[in-house]
């Protein structure tokens, strides 16, 4: 079966500008999880997505936002893009909330110039 | 707020030899995953354990939870090339997904 799909795989932004990243789960799998991957901080959890309704959130700024579409697919928008948000995005899928072991997806690189 | 520090931060060893990866933590997990990246990919899930003292084997690799459920460690006998990558422990809390991961391990094996 397919497995965690992410687009775009690579992107290149200004500073200031927006960007929406897109994530599709594994078939059948209802929760979707978002991570930022840098050197320094390595893996952080952003959000969490069950039903269309956020779960769970970490420790980012307002301008990073979610949501989860009723096929369970689900966005990500950074508004304000800074240097800093420059990472690989990752978004993790599983059954259900509570489910042990995520499936990732390869990731999105955003590099922001 | 919840911190799980992974040692060592690098591995460099020959094909055949023998490691540990250890990671530590003062605070309390419900569970605990392991799980290997590669450059340019997501983490792939090893093992999950969910038990104090709980100890997993998958072929070459023991997986092995603290009694306390505070700490792990992840064993590799007779480490091959393609044991290559970055190890991950993920500590999970209650019934959510939201995972907190450790600072990671680079391993390299070479011939």
């Known amino acids: 079966k397919a497995g965690v799909t992410q687009t775009p795989r690579y992107l290149i932004k200004t500073r200031g500008q927006q960007v929406t990243l897109s994530c599709s789960p594994i078939?059948?799998?209802?929760?979707v999880s978002w991570y930022q991957q840098t050197p320094g901080q390595g893996l952080q959890f952003l959000f969490e997505?069950?039903?269309?309704?956020?779960?769970n959130k970490g420790n980012f700024p307002g301008r990073f936002s979610g949501r989860q579409f009723s096929n369970s697919r689900s966005e990500m928008n950074v508004s304000t893009l800074e240097l800093g948000d420059s990472a690989l995005y990752l978004c993790?899928?599983?059954?259900?909330?509570?489910?042990?072991?995520?499936?990732f997806g390869s990731g999105t690189r955003l590099t922001v110039v | 707020t919840q911190l799980l520090e992974q040692s060592p931060q690098f591995l460099s060893i020959q094909e055949g030899e023998n490691l540990t990866v250890y990671c530590n933590s003062s605070?309390?997990?419900?569970?605990l995953q392991w799980y290997r990246q590669e450059p340019g990919e997501g983490p792939v899930l090893l093992v999950t354990?969910?038990?104090?003292?709980e100890v997993k084997k998958l072929k070459r690799l023991t997986f092995q939870f603290g009694d306390a459920r505070k700490d792990s460690s992840l064993h590799i006998t007779a480490a091959q090339p393609g044991d290559t990558g970055l190890y991950l422990c993920?500590?999970?809390?209650?019934?959510?997904?939201?995972?907190?991961f450790g600072t990671g391990t680079q391993l390299k094996v070479e011939l």
């Open positions: 993790a899928s599983s059954l259900y909330q509570g489910a042990y072991g995520y499936t």
């Open positions: 078939s059948g799998h209802r929760s």
């Open positions: 997505y069950f039903s269309e309704t956020q779960r």
């Open positions: 605070s309390v997990f419900s569970s």
């Open positions: 354990v969910v038990t104090g003292g």
């Open positions: 993920a500590g999970g809390v209650g019934g959510g997904n939201k995972l907190t």
